[in-house]
C-alpha cells in the first residue's frame, strides 16, 4: 500500500523559495474578514504557516474552519483582508500548486481511473502510469475501472486524496477528509498525508478526529465564532491550551457564547 | 476535452452526411404552384407521371390555396402557377409577374349539405336563391375564409344574391378545402366545393350535393409561367413545356381520362 | 371505434408490407428531424453550457428569453424560415425552399432553444457540484464547459429526445418551407395533414400510428441506454 512508484515521486518538485520563516511566512493571511448573509463568519484572521509539518484546524462546528480553508485555498473570496504564499497573492494560476480534498468528495461521472487522467490531464500530462501508481497508493488499483460514484464512502475519500496528490501540490488542504470513514480507510489517509509531509509538502487540515490530530499535527489553530482563539504547538496544545474554550472543547464541553 | 471535441468533429460530420444532397445534383425539375382542389383530387398523380416520362422533367407541386399560390408566385418561389381565381390571374400578369394567362380546364362548384336539409335548398340549381334561402334560414354555412379560388368565388355569389354573410351561422374556417370540408360536415353546416375535390373526399358522413348546374358556378382553372424578366431564376423552357403539353391535345386528353367512379373531374377546354 | 381499429389495420398492412411511399416518407422524416436534432444539438449544447458555466449580467434574462423561446410556434417558424428562403428573400440565392434543407433549417431553429434551455438547466445543476472542486483544480473555462457536458452526457440523451421528439410531430414549419411535395419534401406529418385534408382520415390515422410507432421505439432505445448508464453509475 505504501510503495511508491519511481515515476511519480522522483519526478521531483520545483524547489519552493527558500524562506526564513521569521522575516517572511511560507504562507500567511492578514485581516481576513468574511461574512454572509449578515452574518459575521470570519472576523480579521491573522495567520502564519511555517512551510512544514502539518497545521490542524480546530474548533466546533460552525466556527469557519472549513471557510477559513478555502479562503487560504482562495476558492473563495475575503470581503477584506489578503493571504499570502510566497510573498505572491493566490491565484488561478499559482492555486495549481495546491490542492485541497474537500469533506464531501465530488466525483466526476466516470471511472476511478478517468477521474484522475482528467487531472491529470488538466495539468498536461496524460500518462496512465501516473495514475496508476496513485491508486495503488491509495489501495484503488483494483477497482480503477468502476465508475466513482459507486465506491464506498472511504473509496471516494481516497480517491480524492489521489485526485489532490495528482496535481503534485506544495500545500494540501483538507476539510475533515477522514470523518465518517472506517479505521482502515483513515489509517491509509494518514500513512499517505505522514509521508508527503515528510517530502515536504505542507499539509494544513481541519478535523474532529482528536487522536488523529496527536498523531498528525506539528501545531494546532484554534478558531471560535470565526476568531482566532489559539496558534499553538500540538505537544503543548494537547497538554495545556491557552484558552478555556480550547479546555473546554478538548473536555467535551458545549461552547460557550 | 479532446475526446469531446473529437465527440463533436464526429456529430458535425453526421449532420452533413445527412443534409441532402438534392438541389444541387438533380434531373431537371419545376416547382408548380397550384391548388389543394387539383392536388387533392388526384389529378396531378395522374398527370405528372405522363409528362415525367415523356419529357424527363420531375415536376414538384406546391398546394395551397389559390391567393398564397399567387403571392409565392410572386415571391418568384414558382416556375409555373396553376390556379382557378380567373380575375387574380389576369392581374397577375398584368403586374408583370406572369407571362401569359392559358384557360386550361374547367368543372363546376356545388354546394354540398346534410341529409336533413335545414334550408331545404336540395335540389336547387338557382345558386342566388339558395344562398338566400340558406341566409334567411340562418342555416350553418362553412367558408374557406383563406383567400383562395372557392372563397373568392363565394365572396361574388354572395355579392350578386345582395347578401351580406354575417352573424353567428356564417363560419369562416380559415384553412383549405378538405380542412373546411371535414369542419363544415362535423357541425352539419352548408359547404361550397368545387366538384372535384367532392367527388375525391373521403369523409362525407351523410353528406350530398345540393346546389349544382348554375352558370355562375362554373370554376375555370388557368396556368401561367411565372415572368423570367422579374424572377430570372424561372426554369422558363422546363416551364413552357409543362404548360404547352398541358394545353396541347394530348395533355388535354390526360386531362379529360382522369375519372374518380367513373365521374370526370375536369373538363379540358384550352383555346388551342 | 370501428375507425380506429380500421386505421390500425391499415397501418399495419403498410408497415408490414413494407409499402415503397410509406417507407420513402418515414426515411425522409427521420432524416430530416434527426439532422435538425444534431444540429440543434451542436448549437443548443455550446449555449447551454456556455451560459451553465458563465456569471455575467443579464444572465437570467438570457434564461427567460430562451425558456420563452421553447414555445416558438411551428408556423411562425416555419414563416420566418419562408421569408428568408424565398426567392425574393435574402437567402434566396441559395435555392434551399421546398428542399429537405429548408426543412431541416426550419426544425433547426425551432428545437435549438429547447436544446439549449433544457441543456442549461441540468448542464447548471452539474456545474454547481462541480464548481468548487473546478475552483480548486484551476480549470479553465473551456474545460469546465467541456467536463460538465461530456458527465452530463446521459441527461443530455433525454434533452436531443426531446428536441427530436418536438421536430419529427411538428407539421407547421415544415409544411410551409417544405410544401409537402411528393416524393421530395412530404414527411410524415405533412402527409397526415394531407390525408385529413382529403377526408382520408383511416389513412391519416394509420400514418399517425406509425409515426408513434417511430418515436416509440426510439424512445425505447434511448430509455435502455440511460438505464444502463444510471446501473453503472454514470448518469
Known amino acids: ?257 | 476535452m479532446k475526446q469531446i471535441s473529437e465527440k463533436f468533429a464526429v456529430l458535425s460530420i453526421l449532420t452533413l452526411a445527412a443534409l441532402p444532397s438534392s438541389g444541387l445534383a438533380q434531373e431537371a425539375s419545376i416547382l408548380v404552384q397550384s391548388t389543394t382542389s387539383t392536388a387533392n383530387s388526384g389529378l396531378y398523380d395522374h398527370l405528372l407521371p405522363v409528362f415525367e416520362k415523356k419529357t424527363g422533367i420531375r415536376v414538384n407541386v406546391v398546394a395551397v390555396g389559390t391567393g398564397q399560390a399567387i403571392k409565392n408566385a410572386q415571391n418568384c418561389d414558382a416556375d409555373v402557377l396553376l390556379v382557378h381565381a380567373k380575375a387574380a390571374e389576369e392581374q397577375f400578369v398584368k403586374d408583370g409577374f406572369g407571362v401569359q394567362r392559358f384557360d386550361l380546364m374547367y368543372n363546376d362548384f356545388v354546394i354540398v349539405g346534410p341529409d336533413s336539409d335545414p334550408a331545404k335548398v336540395s335540389g336547387m340549381k338557382d345558386v342566388k336563391a339558395a344562398l338566400k334561402q340558406i341566409a334567411d334560414a340562418q342555416a350553418l354555412f362553412a367558408s374557406r375564409g383563406d383567400d383562395s379560388g372557392t372563397h373568392k368565388k363565394e365572396q361574388s355569389l354572395w355579392k350578386t344574391a345582395q347578401i351580406e354573410p354575417t352573424g353567428t351561422w356564417y363560419r369562416s374556417t380559415g384553412s383549405g378545402m378538405g380542412a373546411t370540408l371535414n369542419t363544415g360536415i362535423g357541425m352539419g353546416a352548408y359547404v361550397m366545393t368545387d366538384r372535384a375535390t367532392w367527388i375525391s373526399f373521403g369523409n362525407k358522413g351523410d353528406y350530398a350535393i345540393d346546389v349544382e348546374g348554375d352558370d355562375a358556378m362554373f370554376n375555370q382553372y388557368g396556368v401561367i409561367l411565372v415572368n423570367p424578366q422579374n424572377c430570372p431564376n424561372v426554369k422558363t423552357e422546363e416551364g413552357q413545356l409543362f404548360i404547352d403539353w398541358l394545353t396541347s391535345l394530348e395533355g388535354q386528353d390526360e386531362i379529360r381520362k382522369y375519372e374518380i367512379g367513373g365521374q370526370q373531374l375536369f373538363f379540358p377546354n384550352a383555346s388551342k | 371505434m370501428n375507425d380506429m381499429t380500421d386505421s390500425l389495420w391499415t397501418a399495419l398492412t403498410h408497415i408490414v408490407t413494407f409499402n415503397p411511399d410509406l417507407v420513402e416518407i418515414v426515411l425522409l422524416s427521420l432524416r430530416v428531424s434527426l439532422s435538425a436534432t444534431l444540429l440543434s444539438c451542436l448549437i443548443g449544447l455550446i449555449i447551454g453550457a456556455t451560459i451553465a458555466v458563465s456569471r455575467f449580467s443579464g444572465r437570467s434574462l438570457v434564461i427567460i428569453v430562451m425558456n420563452s423561446l421553447m414555445g416558438l410556434p411551428p408556423v411562425v417558424v416555419g414563416l420566418f424560415v419562408y421569408l428568408n428562403l424565398s426567392r425574393s428573400g435574402p437567402f434566396g440565392w441559395l435555392g434551399f425552399l421546398y428542399t429537405p434543407t429548408a426543412m431541416i433549417i426550419a426544425q433547426t431553429i425551432l428545437i435549438t432553444p429547447i436544446v439549449a434551455a433544457l441543456s442549461r438547466q441540468i448542464l447548471e445543476d452539474i456545474y454547481e457540484e462541480y464548481r468548487e472542486q473546478f475552483e480548486s483544480l484551476s480549470l479553465t473555462k473551456s474545460m469546465r464547459t467541456g467536463a460538465i457536458l461530456w458527465d452530463g452526457r446521459y441527461s443530455l440523451i433525454t434533452v436531443a429526445l426531446a428536441g427530436f421528439g418536438r421536430s419529427n410531430a411538428e407539421v407547421g414549419a415544415v409544411i410551409i418551407v417544405g410544401g409537402n411535395i411528393e416524393h421530395l419534401t412530404r414527411v410524415m406529418t405533412t402527409a397526415i395533414a394531407l390525408e385529413t385534408s382529403k377526408g382520408n382520415l383511416q389513412m391519416a390515422m394509420a400514418l399517425g400510428l406509425v409515426l408513434l410507432c417511430i418515436s416509440l421505439s426510439i424512445n425505447i432505445l434511448v430509455s435502455s441506454l440511460r438505464l444502463t448508464a444510471t446501473r453503472l453509475g454514470y448518469a
Open chain 1, 1 to 257: 500500500m505504501l510503495n511508491i512508484t519511481p515515476s511519480h515521486t522522483q519526478t521531483a518538485k520545483p524547489k519552493r523559495a527558500t524562506q526564513d520563516a521569521q522575516a517572511s511566512p511560507f504562507l500567511s493571511c492578514r485581516g481576513l474578514c468574511f461574512s454572509a448573509n449578515s452574518n459575521v463568519l470570519i472576523k480579521d484572521i491573522s495567520l502564519n504557516f511555517s512551510a512544514h509539518g502539518m497545521s490542524a484546524i480546530m474548533g466546533f462546528n460552525g466556527a469557519g474552519k472549513s471557510l477559513l480553508l478555502r479562503l487560504l485555498h482562495g476558492v473563495i473570496q475575503p470581503d477584506s483582508g489578503t493571504v499570502l504564499w510566497d510573498n505572491t497573492p493566490v491565484t488561478h494560476d499559482n492555486r495549481k500548486r495546491q490542492s485541497m480534498v474537500f469533506q464531501k468528495p465530488v466525483l466526476l461521472r466516470r471511472s476511478v481511473l478517468d477521474n484522475l487522467l482528467f487531472v491529470l490531464k488538466s495539468r498536461g500530462s496524460n500518462d496512465p502510469n501516473i495514475a496508476f501508481s496513485l491508486l495503488e497508493k491509495v489501495g484503488l488499483e483494483n477497482v480503477s475501472s468502476r465508475a466513482a460514484r459507486l465506491l464506498s464512502g472511504g473509496e471516494q475519500q481516497r480517491l480524492a486524496l489521489a485526485r489532490g496528490l495528482a496535481t503534485k501540490p506544495e500545500i494540501l488542504f483538507l476539510d475533515e477528509a477522514t470523518s465518517s470513514l472506517d479505521p482502515t480507510s483513515i489509517a491509509i489517509i494518514e500513512n499517505i498525508l505522514h509521508e508527503e509531509c515528510l517530502k515536504g509538502t505542507k499539509v494544513i487540515f481541519a478535523s474532529h478526529d482528536i487522536g488523529q490530530i496527536k498523531r498528525l499535527a506539528s501545531e494546532v489553530i484554534f478558531i471560535n465564532h470565526g476568531r482566532i482563539s489559539e496558534q499553538t504547538g500540538a505537544a503543548s496544545f494537547f497538554t495545556k491550551p491557552e484558552t478555556r474554550i480550547a479546555q473546554t472543547y478538548l473536555d467535551g464541553g458545549l461552547p460557550v457564547i
